[in-house]
Each structure stands twice: as C-alpha cells, then as structure tokens.
C-alpha cells in the first residue's frame, strides 16, 4: 500500500512555456501533499503543502504565480510551473500522506528541464 | 526556524563495515522519522520513532531517539552494497502542521564491494 505516482516522469520544454506535473495516491486518500524541489546530491526542499479544496501554502521564496498547486481530489494535486526558465530545471517531487503519524510517501519525481 | 542538522553528509565504506549517521534538531520533536533514497530514486519512508529513548530494529538497521527527543541516529551493521543511498532524517515542524516536516540534509552513504 501507499503508493505514490507522478507524471511524467520526464520534459523537457522550451523557454517561456507552462509544464503541469501530477501527484496522484493510487490506493488511499491524502489529507495533505507536498511538493518539493531537490538539487543534484542535495536534500529536499520543500516547496508548498497542499490540501484538497482549500489553497496552497507556499514556503518563503517560492512563487505562488510561478508554481500553481491545484489540489482537486483527495487522490490528486498537480504543480504546474509557469513560464519556465532554464533556472526552473531540477527534479520535482511530491509527496502525500494520510495518516495521523504523519509518514510520508513520496513519488518518484519529475525531472524538469528547460531548454 | 526550526532547523535539522545530519552529519556526516558523506560516509564512504567497505562492504562489511558498520555505518552511523547522526541526526540533531534545534528544537524537541514530537517524533523523528527516517527515509532513504537510492541514486536515482525517491525517498522512501523507513521508520518512525515517538518514545524517549525508544530503539527500534529492521533486520540490520538500528535506529535510536535520543532520550531528550531531539537527536536520532541509524546504524548499519555489516554494510551491503544495497545500503547505497542517501539517508534522511525529518521531523515535524514546530508551530505549524503536524504533517510538514523539515528533512535533514542527508547522509549520503557508499559502499565499495
């Protein structure tokens, strides 16, 4: 059980244009999901918490105009990056969770890049 | 903010030998949970830990929290060249929602067969 997909799993876009990434729990319901960014060999960092019907909240310096968290479903969040720019490019991952403890189960990542 | 700090970063061995890594927040944590991530992978969810002084096994991983619930360490015994991988700590953040947690930067741990 917690299973976690995302999708793609890779892209590559041009400059200038919006790229959507789905987080999807396949077999329980998520109260919250994460989304997360993670540079080559280093640790994650957290974007913004995303709950079903309600806003996202992002981190300090993320931006919410740039990084569009939709959260439709208990089963579904999506991150669309908008206007992408070559400094865009790194893995993205999400994450959700559903249990009291409070255990995350992540996707495996979306490898952005941006030509 | 609540920061929490992992060390070593890296940790190379010989198969065979036992490796530590050593996990400190700046504030107590209400629990301590452990993830790993293999080159090229996700994190994957390991253990969590709630008790004061509370040691738990999975086969040869030891995984320990610190009697004051603000420190934590995982140890291998007998390392495998399947312990490859980067090995976080996290904790929920203070002040905020039980489910965000802050992660440490990582362990990152190879094995030379």
């Known amino acids: 059980g917690a299973v976690v997909s995302q999708h793609p799993s890779r892209v590559i876009c041009k400059s200038g244009t919006s790229v959507k990434i789905e987080c999807r729990s396949l077999?329980?319901?998520?109260?919250?999901m994460f989304w997360y960014r993670q540079f080559p060999k280093k640790s994650l960092m957290l974007m913004a918490t995303s709950n079903e019907g309600s806003k996202a909240t992002y981190e300090q310096g993320v931006e919410k105009d740039k990084f569009l968290i939709n959260h439709a479903s208990l089963t579904l969040s999506t991150l669309t990056v908008t206007s992408a720019h070559p400094e865009d490019s790194s893995f993205y991952i999400c994450s959700a969770t559903g249990w009291a403890r409070g255990e995350q189960y992540f996707g495996p990542g979306t490898r952005l890049t941006v030509t | 903010g609540q920061q929490v700090m992992q060390i070593p970063q890296y940790q190379h061995v010989q198969e065979g030998e036992d490796f530590t890594t050593y996990c400190n927040s700046s504030t107590t944590l209400s629990n301590i949970q452990w993830y790993k991530q293999r080159p090229g992978g996700h994190p994957v969810f390991l253990i969590q830990l709630v008790k004061s002084g509370e040691v738990k096994k999975q086969k040869r991983l030891t995984f320990q929290f610190g009697e004051a619930k603000k420190n934590s360490s995982l140890h291998i015994t007998a390392t495998q060249t399947t312990d490859v991988g980067t090995y976080f700590c996290a904790g929920p953040n203070s002040g905020g929602s039980n489910y965000k947690l802050t992660f440490g930067k990582g362990t990152l741990l190879t094995v030379n067969p």
């Open positions: 077999d329980f319901q998520a109260t919250t």
